[in-house]
T-cell receptor, first 114, second 113 residues
Framework: EPEVTQTPSHQVTQMGQEVILRCVPI?????FYWYRQILGQKVEFLVS????????KSEIFDDQFSVERPDGSNFTLKIRSTKLEDSAMYFC????????????FGAGSRLTVL | SQKIEQNSEALNIQEGKTATLTCNYT??????LQWYRQDPGRGPVFLLL?????KEKRKERLKVTFDTTLKQSLFHITASQPADSATYLC????????????FGSGTRLQVQP
């Protein structure tokens, strides 16, 4: 069964450092998403990406965040200058175009900011 | 934007019983509602989708209902098994015309053998 893959599975970084999280969405999906989940809290929407541009974003997705599809398969989330409160599990998801928006999630990248 | 309420208290039931989880939403009525399962440290996994014109949807031991008047969905697992123990999330579009989904905080289900 097709799956969304994410790397790294766990990253530890110092506050102020830049972090890039990578995702390979399902190959025939056209919508890509990043969600985050702070420990013990709910899954929160960050951003969606379609046709090589951001289609929706939340208030959490401020200037410290950016997304990119550098080639035909990868989808990345960059956090420019990490803060302690960026520590969370970051999930990538993808969905097809037609019909209701059913998301397939990756296993997540756990980011720990020290 | 949409707000979702799910019972934050864990639901503990005996194996073989039916588990019923509730999802209430406020604001606008969505065109569809989805349920996901999340295991600790893992990403959510899609289970079922029900549309606004459907009252009930079934898949194996799972059943979802959707009452747009009450703004509520019920998620049932019949003949529950310890392997059903997980957190179950309700999700719907964030607002009219938006594709992005907003998730409830989930209800943790614990099935005792």
């Amino acid at each position: 069964e097709p799956e969304v893959t994410q790397t790294p599975s766990h990253q530890v970084t110092q506050m102020g450092q830049e972090v890039i999280l990578r995702c390979v969405p399902i190959s025939n999906h056209l919508y890509f998403y990043w969600y985050r989940q702070i420990l013990g809290q709910k899954v929160e929407f960050l951003v969606s990406f379609y046709n090589n541009e951001i289609s929706e974003k939340s208030e959490i997705f401020d200037d410290q965040f950016s997304v990119e599809r550098p080639d035909g398969s990868n989808f990345t989330l960059k956090i420019r200058s990490t803060k302690l409160e960026d520590s969370a599990m970051y999930f990538c998801a993808s969905s097809g175009v037609a019909g209701a928006n059913v998301l397939t999630f990756g296993a997540g990248s756990r980011l720990t900011v020290l | 934007s949409q707000k979702i309420e799910q019972n934050s208290e864990a639901l503990n039931i005996q194996e073989g019983k039916t588990a019923t989880l509730t999802c209430n939403y406020t604001n606008y009525s969505p065109a569809y509602l989805q349920w996901y399962r999340q295991d600790p440290g893992r990403g959510p996994v899609f289970l079922l989708l029900i549309r606004e014109n459907e009252k009930e949807k079934r898949k194996e031991r799972l059943k979802v209902t959707f009452d747009t008047t009450l703004k509520q969905s019920l998620f049932h697992i019949t003949a529950s098994q310890p392997a059903d123990s997980a957190t179950y999330l309700c999700a719907l579009p964030m607002d009219t015309g938006r594709r992005a989904l907003t998730f409830g905080s989930g209800t943790r289900l614990q099935v005792q053998p």
